[in-house]
């Protein structure tokens, strides 16, 4: 019983993160959309971009002829259409994958509710999870964003990311033994 | 695999069905056509006991090892 409701709220969690995901994805794009059609409305939103982070090994903050604060320089508005596009179709892609992400682990958290949890499908999922989360770590790990009066670029490595990824495959590996032990299981007659 | 399972010419001798053998031993149909075909990975010792009691016969009736 305890365990059924655990699973329940996992299974429960992980539809709440994948709506949370789509609404994210119609934000973005409604924001992306209205970007385009009036700037200015966002000449106040500045982006911050945390340099200091010890997980950045490399970056690179540019000016072009010009003393203004890179507090000024940074702003949503004066983002390159470019680079406008790069950033949006980095979320979308993002979103997708945490989402593919969470639907497969979805997937595995309603085989153990059907105890079917040492299936050949649970490995597999595991297995994609790892694919998925390595793609959404190299997909971030770049950063480039050009505005009007300068720009910024920088290679960032999400250790949470890598460690997950692991993680995943590592689960993969676990629940290949099961399956093998079950299968020997069910073959014993 | 190297071991054979003649579990059939044992039923044949014995003008026995696999579902009478299923039923006297206590295991499914579907889990004697796995023995049947050689699929299996192990067998218990209290079913081979059974299928011995069953056929009148010695394991070594069924099984039967080739060197692959």
């Known amino acids: 019983m305890t365990k059924n409701r655990l699973l329940n709220i996992a299974i429960t969690l992980c539809k709440m993160t994948k709506m949370i995901f789509i609404l994210l994805f119609i934000g973005f794009t409604v924001i992306f959309i209205h970007l ?6 966002y000449s106040s939103q500045k982006i911050s971009i945390n340099t200091n982070s010890k997980n950045y090994i490399s970056t690179t903050k540019w000016k072009a002829n010009t003393n203004e604060d890179y507090n000024k320089i940074f702003t949503v508005d004066k983002l390159k259409t470019g680079s406008l596009y790069v950033m949006y179709l980095k979320l979308a892609l993002g979103l997708i994958l945490l989402f593919l992400c969470v639907k497969e682990f979805q ?5 153990v509710k059907g105890i079917e949890t040492f299936g050949e499908n649970n490995v597999l999922s595991f297995r994609r999870i790892g694919r998925l989360i390595l793609a959404y770590a190299i997909l971030t790990s770049y950063t480039s964003m050009s505005f009007e009066n300068g720009g910024f670029s920088g290679v960032y490595i999400s250790f949470t990311s890598l460690f997950l990824v ?8 676990i629940f290949k033994e099961g399956f093998l032990i079950k299968q020997e299981n069910d ?3 | 695999m190297s071991i054979i399972v003649n579990l059939d010419v044992m039923l044949e001798k ?4 696999s579902n009478e053998l299923a039923d006297i031993v206590g ?11 050689g699929k299996a990975k192990a067998i218990r010792f209290s079913t ?18 080739v060197e692959d």
């Not at chain 2, 014995?14 to 069905?17: D, E, G, L, Q, W």
Request: proline share 2%; net charge negative.
């Open chain 1, 166 to 173: 692991l993680f995943a495959f590592i689960m993969a590996e």
């Open chain 2, 27 to 37: 295991i499914t149909t579907a889990n004697l056509s796995i023995l049947k075909t």
């Open chain 1, 36 to 41: 385009q059609i009036d700037r200015s409305f």
């Open chain 2, 14 to 17: 014995r003008s026995m069905k």
């Open chain 2, 48 to 65: 081979l006991e059974a299928i011995c009691k069953a056929l009148d016969c010695q394991p070594a009736d069924i099984l039967e090892f």
């Open chain 1, 187 to 189: 073959l014993t007659i």
């Open chain 1, 107 to 111: 997937k595995v958290m309603e085989s």
